[in-house]
């Protein structure tokens, strides 16, 4: 029984970057073998188990043949005549392809440390367009590289182009494809990913809400980069380059869906994009299965992103009127992430990325003065009923109205 560190620990190594986690392939063994050293068997479609003391996962080697539709349609082999450089060569790319064992040697069959130097991200075998996800995965480490000028190479691109139009990405389980964006949003440069899947064929079949959002002109004045699809990377981008949550991120890039929808005849103007977005963000959100918290900002910034960019002209009654539909009152941490949304939109526009966002600061004022609003006073005063919500929502517009900006 042999056992290999693989896949992105040595990567990462190798790039003088953090490992995230560490995982190993066992050669030689069986799954009892695994039961009688103490660990504890998770896998069901392939022998997974886990160390006792580490937690580590450890993975008996194995092959894998393609037997239907999707990245979940395969079968697996994993007998103890499955070589080391059987199990590398089920990788989708050569970088992730490379193990090391117990001596520290790095065992390299597909190329892996060559592409490392070159920067290249690199299929290993013809069977990369078996498996729709790859797709997915490899604009992911497109994103998560991007700062260090890696690119994915042209043949892999070409194949990438080949899954796009088998049909095959049509098979994506939501929660997977969902996961993976997740993971994409909180990359190094986000944006990347969205440009090789376009590059690729692939994001007006997996996400065609963001697909559509390019070409379409905005005002010049307001958005000197002009398409809305640029700018929206350039959202994410912010956010990223912020360290913004991932509900920020991903709020992000939902926020201007309904410029996708603009009639051709009132263009570049987006009047009442908000409004219109609301429904292609639900939409999206109950595709993907995206959480809860995710759907609800998304929804809040889409709607109401334009009421903070423009909070410095709004009357005290209409800055309430605001807070309340946020639910600001209620949910002050999530009005904070709003306004995260918010500035990563501002900044996320040409020439604008280093310049100043007061509009959070006097957002943030405005709110604490009207959340000083007693309503235990109200009550108290002698209101009741509806009465009670119509004397809060006074009292809160002249707290606002004594704000000192």
């Not at 080391?84 to 992730?96: A, G």
């Not at 009442?272 to 910034?301: D, M, Q, S, T, W």
């Not at 009465?387 to 809060?392: D, G, Q, V, W």
Request: charged share 30%.
């Amino acid at each position: 029984m042999e056992v290999y560190l693989v896949g992105g620990a040595v990567r990462d190594e190798l790039l003088q970057r953090p490992v995230r986690e560490r995982d190993w392939v066992v050669v030689g063994a069986m799954p009892q073998q695994m039961l009688e050293k103490g660990y504890r068997q998770v896998g069901k479609d392939f022998p997974v188990f886990i160390h006792p003391e580490t937690g580590e996962e450890y993975a008996l080697a194995r092959t894998e043949r393609k037997t239907g539709k999707g990245y979940q349609g395969f079968s697996c082999y994993a007998e103890p005549d499955v070589t080391l450089e059987d199990d590398l060569k089920r990788r989708d790319l050569t970088i992730n392809a490379m193990a090391k064992d117990d001596k520290g040697n790095i065992i390299d069959p597909y190329g892996g440390q060559k592409d490392l130097a070159n920067r290249l991200l690199r299929h290993v075998s013809a069977a990369f367009v078996e498996d729709p996800l790859r797709v997915l995965r490899v604009a992911r480490f497109a994103a998560r590289y991007a700062h260090l000028d890696f690119k994915v190479a042209d043949e892999t691109r070409s194949l990438m182009q080949v899954i796009a139009e088998s049909g095959e990405l049509e098979y994506l389980v939501p929660e997977r494809t969902f996961a993976e964006l997740q993971k994409a949003l909180g990359e190094h440069r986000p944006s990347e990913f969205f440009n090789v899947l376009r590059a690729s064929h692939a994001n007006e079949i997996i996400f065609p809400e963001i697909d559509n959002l390019f070409g379409v002109p905005q005002r010049a004045d307001y958005h000197p980069e002009i398409d809305t699809g640029v700018h929206v990377m350039m959202v994410i981008d912010q956010a990223a380059r912020l360290q913004y949550p991932m509900e920020v991120r991903f709020a992000a890039l939902m926020h201007d869906l309904g410029k996708a929808i603009t009639p051709e005849d009132v263009l570049p103007s987006h009047r009442g994009h908000e409004a219109a977005g609301v429904p292609l963000i639900e939409g999206f959100c109950e595709r993907l299965k995206a959480p809860k918290n995710y759907k609800e900002l998304a929804v809040i910034a889409g709607r109401e992103h334009l009421h903070c960019h423009r909070i410095a002209e709004a009357s005290p009654n209409h800055v309430v009127k605001t807070l309340e539909r946020i639910d600001a009152f209620r949910r002050p941490e999530r009005f904070e992430l709003f306004l995260q949304v918010c500035e990563a939109d501002a900044r996320g526009r040409l020439g604008y990325e280093e310049q100043d966002y007061p509009q959070t600061d006097l957002f943030r004022k405005y709110y604490r003065a009207a959340a000083e609003v007693s309503t235990q006073a109200i009550i108290e005063d002698g209101y009741s009923g509806e009465k009670i919500a119509t004397e809060l929502h006074r009292r809160r517009v002249e707290a606002v109205k004594g704000v000192n900006v």
